[in-house]
């Protein structure tokens, strides 16, 4: 079903059915007439006009029928979700909300009656024609509105009922005025929808959604093209099983904190089954507001989602991996991988070895305003922490703060087998959780043939043994500027920054600190470092210029 340009018009009185179900009737348009076919229609109600959780269950209509115009649909949100408060209605229509939401009348509250003991009306004295009404704080009697106000005006053709004033007149509609709600835009007199692009919408709740199970109804489309992209809503709750995406398919949450997609991990890496695999992506679809976990509860391997040589946009997601017995990993990226990463959070909690962020195999990653964390179990035998993991793969970062602890071995950022990084405005922080934890801790380090562009880039390693803010080493090239290396509070080696085994590069506007080398160098190509503080002694093959210790005293190359 194509999403049309839809504009809300009406809600007409209320009719109750039976019990708490009452009758309720709108009109669609698309581009200025009335619209007539199907449209997968949903219905929420709220005790706000603005925000809140929704009461009662979700009132989903797929498929719904649109004649000239004109839909009616009966609803039942149950009798006790009236109390006697406020109440308004959001109406979806093919995913997309139509604001802002309409107050339900007087009509529809006096459901709370159905609930109120009949000795709490038997004090109240109405007259002839009056009618019980609860005010907010008690009910009081009050006249039913006038039906017959405008029964005996007759206008013409184009005319519509005016108040003067002082009574109701015909009149040509000349001064009515629009306003386009949330999700429309207002061209002329024609609304139309706003930020979408999917034909076809599908809800998954818990209750009176189109499915209550994220994989069937993501296996219930076969029809998914460029031209014909779905979204698959999914309501609050958390969702248990594996999901598995298909291309020109786009998965949508209610938000990180309310909508779960949780799996248990396996005994199995990934491949060919990928059963220890919460979410496997796949190409050309977008995975946006949402949770995806992989709690293994001692089994060898948690996945939260993995990318195996496909590019999902991925915005607005939070990913955990956790207590897995050999590894843990909130992200993988592999196999020539193009997936970009937008406002998530990537976290591995309590893995022997944990990884939050893994690009490797000639992947290729954009990552925008992420999060990436590792807490380890414990300076056991074997346990490492890497927040970010990157082999002969190229990544362009920036806005991303990385912190990795709690392990033998704990690394913010590792890039390794000929990568390419681009860093700007990063935070990497190594160290371990206590002292008595140990362990090596580097914030950033760049080997074996790789290529880093950095700017803006803070490394920090603290706490336990050996301490190193940056390692770069084996024919690194290096092209830096405002970068911060520092190692502080380690029982064994402080160096803000080593640079050896034929690796060379240049530092503009940079800070260096450690107690034993503020930057030690070992058999490195030319390192030029120009204007920067170093707080430490420095090694030899350094070409220096205009640097300067903490005390603003000259430092001068050996």
Same mark, same amino acid.
């Given at each position: 079903m194509r999403v049309l340009g839809f504009i809300f018009l009406t809600m007409l009185p209320f009719t109750f059915a039976s019990g708490s179900e009452f009758t309720y009737q709108g009109q669609l348009h698309h581009a200025g007439s009335p619209f007539s076919g199907s449209a997968n229609l949903s219905f929420f109600l709220f005790d706000s006009a603005e925000g809140g959780q929704p009461i009662g269950p979700v009132q989903s209509?797929?498929?719904?029928?649109?004649?000239?115009?004109?839909?009616?649909?009966?609803?039942?949100?149950?009798?006790?979700?009236?109390?006697?408060?406020?109440?308004?209605?959001?109406?979806?229509?093919?995913?997309?909300?139509l604001g802002p939401r309409q107050k339900i009348s007087v009509t529809p509250m006096a459901l709370h009656a159905l609930n109120v003991p009949a000795e709490t009306l038997s004090s109240l004295d109405c007259l002839a024609g009056e009618q019980p009404m609860w005010n907010g704080v008690q009910w009081t009697c009050v006249w039913p509105e006038d039906q017959d106000t405008l029964g005996d005006?007759?206008?013409?053709?184009?005319?519509?009922?005016?108040?003067? =004033?002082? &009574?109701? #007149?015909?009149?040509?509609?000349?001064?009515?005025?629009? $306003?386009? +709600?949330?999700?429309? *835009?207002?061209?002329?007199?024609?609304?139309?929808?706003?930020?979408?692009?999917?034909?076809?919408?599908?809800?998954?709740?818990?209750?009176?959604?189109?499915?209550?199970?994220?994989?069937?109804?993501?296996?219930?489309?076969?029809?998914?093209?460029?031209?014909?992209?779905?979204?698959?809503?999914?309501?609050?709750?958390?969702?248990?099983?594996?999901?598995?995406?298909?291309?020109?398919?786009?998965?949508?949450?209610? =938000?990180? &904190?309310? #909508?779960?997609?949780?799996?248990?991990?396996?005994?199995? $890496?990934? +491949?060919?089954?990928? *059963?220890?695999?919460?979410?496997?992506?796949?190409?050309h679809t977008f995975i946006e507001d949402l949770t995806i976990e992989s709690r293994a509860a001692g089994l060898n391997y948690a996945y939260a989602m993995v990318n195996e040589g496909t590019s999902p946009t991925i915005r607005r997601v939070t990913l955990l991996a956790s207590d897995a017995a050999s590894w843990g990993m909130a992200i993988l990226n592999r196999n020539s991988a193009r997936p970009t990463m937008e406002s998530v959070t990537a976290r591995s909690v309590n893995n022997l070895r944990g990884r939050a962020i893994i690009i490797e195999s000639d992947s290729a990653v954009r990552v925008r305003d992420v999060v990436a964390e590792v807490q380890g179990p414990g300076a056991v035998d074997g346990s490492s922490a890497w927040a970010i993991s990157i082999a002969s793969s190229s990544v362009d970062m920036a806005n991303v703060r990385a912190f990795s602890s709690g392990a033998q071995s704990n690394i913010a950022l590792m890039a390794f087998s000929a990568s390419d990084v681009r860093l700007s405005n990063m935070m990497l922080a190594s160290g371990a959780v206590d002292e008595a934890n140990g362990g090596s801790h580097i914030g950033l380090n760049l080997g074996g043939g790789s290529r880093g562009i950095l700017d803006g880039v803070l490394a920090e390693a603290y706490g336990g043994s050996n301490c190193y803010g940056i390692i770069i080493s084996l024919n690194v090239e290096v092209d830096a500027r405002n970068v911060r290396a520092k190692a502080a509070e380690c029982s064994g080696v402080e160096n803000g920054m080593e640079i050896m085994h034929g690796s060379f590069g240049l530092f503009r506007d940079a800070f260096f600190s450690g107690p034993d080398w503020g930057i030690r160098t070992f058999q490195t190509g030319t390192v030029r470092v120009v204007n920067s503080q170093i707080n430490g002694p420095v090694g030899s093959n350094l070409v220096c210029r205009g640097n300067y210790d903490e005390n603003l005293a000259d430092v001068n190359c050996p």
């Open positions: 209509r797929p498929g719904w029928p649109v004649a000239d115009g004109l839909f009616q649909v009966d609803l039942d949100f149950e009798s006790l979700a009236f109390d006697g408060g406020e109440r308004w209605l959001e109406v979806w229509v093919n995913g997309v909300v005006l007759t206008c013409a053709v184009g005319q519509i009922a005016k108040w003067s =004033g002082a &009574a109701w #007149t015909c009149a040509i509609d000349e001064d009515t005025t629009y $306003v386009a +709600g949330s999700g429309l *835009s207002l061209s002329g007199n024609e609304f139309s929808l706003v930020g979408s692009g999917y034909a076809n919408v599908l809800v998954v709740a818990k209750s009176g959604g189109d499915f209550d199970s994220v994989q069937a109804a993501i296996d219930s489309i076969a029809d998914a093209s460029a031209e014909n992209p779905w979204l698959v809503w999914v309501a609050p709750g958390v969702y248990e099983g594996r999901v598995v995406m298909k291309p020109y398919v786009s998965l949508r949450g209610a =938000g990180q &904190a309310s #909508t779960i997609l949780r799996s248990h991990g396996g005994n199995l $890496v990934p +491949g060919p089954s990928y *059963s220890s695999v919460t979410l496997l992506g796949a190409d």
